[in-house]
């Protein structure tokens, strides 16, 4: 089950390994009579090994990115590199100035521009979310006082996607570790749902040599399965004229039109249709049902396989009125004093969990004490820190994120020592003023340091460092 499946890490270091691709024939039997389907030209494109790199840039923290090639049409934050950088090695990667995301995927943009106001408050459900591509492109383009819930079931993809969350430095975002059908509580809950659903993978091959030894006729079918279930379990929470985006990485149709056609035979719901421009390269499809979906092949577009549809929801009552049963706890005046001092305050409370701080925007306070008695909600708003010794022991979240104040020390870090600080090497005591302050480089923060008389304390995550030399 391979769908979105790849890390951050193998999406960024281990894609397009030029090797030819050895293709399934009994893939390319089965898509033969797939509108757009050129078998030629679709062994040709696997064959390349021309690099297709592209990258989405953060609008909330503005840079210039060198070596850009030109935009991809459906996406204003997309951009192709015309040569692709070690990644591992660039400190605004690492500060999370940009995601290294396959252009295809970006389509959603198309999604959610052409049907959602976006400038009203939204509740949003990235239902699989893991690393994080979709869901920090979705809070890229939404309002501040939106709620954006980001979920992944396996624990340890939960994880990889906090700590995208935290370097996008998102304060609206909940990730949460639920089965789907979890949500199924929440009903009429969401203005939007995104299912980017687990699948067989055929859309990667090009850059994940192992999907194609995991390949079968067999494994399309159980991942259609699973799809179906995924989509059944999250429906509910769905509201009424709420917007629904499926997709997947797979050219197969039992995981694409198949599943669109049982979707509306199903379901109380009716398919949207796009406005695509015909220089795209995207193909428009007809399901049997007559359904309107889309495919990206690779020799039409530069981008991966991908395929999507979008739909409304029909039917639907009143989200059920439900209370809380506790409220979780807010920092006290004292604790409020400490902190202040370090971030900008307005429009946040802090909340305390055990001992840690989190700063969550005011309107979502409510919605974070109601998800709680659902969901196993594992991160939210921007961390801060805790307190010692009546003194902020400060997060490595709060300095990726734009909360801290103008007047928290920061100390500008040039290129080699930027990578020193990534590895969680030792700095040089004479760079730095005493006390807490943020490393920089090119002003975008780092991570935190606490320089002694004698020496200086990384505070750089262990489990994020950079583990090789240049």
């Known amino acids: ?10 999406m960024t270091e281990s894609m397009f390994l030029n090797l030819p691709v050895q293709l399934p024939n009994k893939l390319i039997n089965s898509l033969q009579n797939i509108p757009g389907f050129d078998e030629e030209a679709f062994r040709k494109a696997h064959e390349s090994v021309e690099q297709v790199t592209s990258i989405r840039i953060n609008p909330a923290k503005k840079f210039k990115i060198q070596k850009l090639q030109s935009k ?13 950088p070690s990644f591992t090695f660039d400190p605004l990667f690492h500060a999370g100035c940009y995601y290294v995301q396959e252009a295809s995927s970006m389509f959603l943009e198309q999604a959610v521009k052409q049907i959602v106001d976006l400038s009203e408050p939204l509740k949003i459900l990235d239902l699989s979310a893991a690393p994080g591509g979709k869901t920090t492109h979705i809070q890229s383009l939404i309002s501040k006082n939106s709620l954006l819930v980001s979920n992944e079931v396996i624990r340890a993809r939960a994880n990889i996607l906090k700590d995208n969350i935290i370097k996008w430095g998102c304060e609206n975002v909940f990730v949460t570790n639920n089965d789907p059908a979890d949500f199924s509580q ?34 399309v079918q159980l991942c259609s399965q699973r799809q179906q279930r995924i989509l059944a379990d999250v429906l509910p ?24 056609d049982w979707m509306t035979a199903e379901f109380p719901l009716k398919n949207l249709r796009l406005a695509v421009e015909e220089n795209w390269g995207v193909v428009e499809v007809k399901t049997p049902a007559q359904n309107h979906c889309y495919r990206f092949w690779p020799y039409m577009l530069k981008g991966e396989g991908f395929f999507s549809a979008c739909f409304s929801k029909t039917e639907g009552g009143i989200q059920p009125a439900i209370k809380p049963k506790r409220n979780i706890e807010p920092a006290s005046k004292k604790e409020m004093s400490i902190i202040c001092n370090r971030i900008k305050d307005e429009g946040f409370q802090l909340l305390k969990f055990a001992e840690t701080f989190y700063a969550l925007p005011e309107k979502l306070v409510a919605e974070l004490n109601l998800l709680q008695q659902y969901l196993r909600i594992i991160y939210c708003g921007v961390e801060t820190g805790q307190v010692m010794k009546e003194k902020l022991v400060p997060a490595h979240a709060l300095a990726l994120s734009n909360l801290p104040n103008a007047d928290v020390e920061r100390t500008e870090l040039n290129y080699e020592q930027a990578i020193q600080f990534l590895q969680k090497k030792e700095l040089p005591v004479t760079l730095f003023k005493k006390g807490w302050q943020i490393a920089t480089h090119k002003n975008f923060g780092l991570g935190w340091v606490n320089a002694l008389a004698n020496r200086v304390n990384n505070y750089y995550p262990k489990e994020l460092r950079i583990l090789k030399d240049i």
Do not use: H, Q
Request: proline share 2%; with cysteine.
């Open 1 to 10: 089950m391979r769908g979105a499946a790849l890390s951050v890490e193998a």
């Open 186 to 219: 929440l009903e009429n809950y969401f203005d939007v749902v995104v299912v980017d659903a687990p699948c067989s993978g055929s859309g990667l091959f090009r850059k994940d040599a192992d999907a194609i030894a995991e390949w079968s006729l067999n494994n």
């Open 72 to 84: 991809i049409p459906w996406s204003e934050l997309g951009y192709y590199l015309d040569t692709r």
């Open 237 to 260: 929470c769905l509201k009424k004229d709420g917007l629904l985006i499926y997709s997947t990485c797979s050219y197969s149709s039992e995981e694409d039109e198949d599943v669109v």
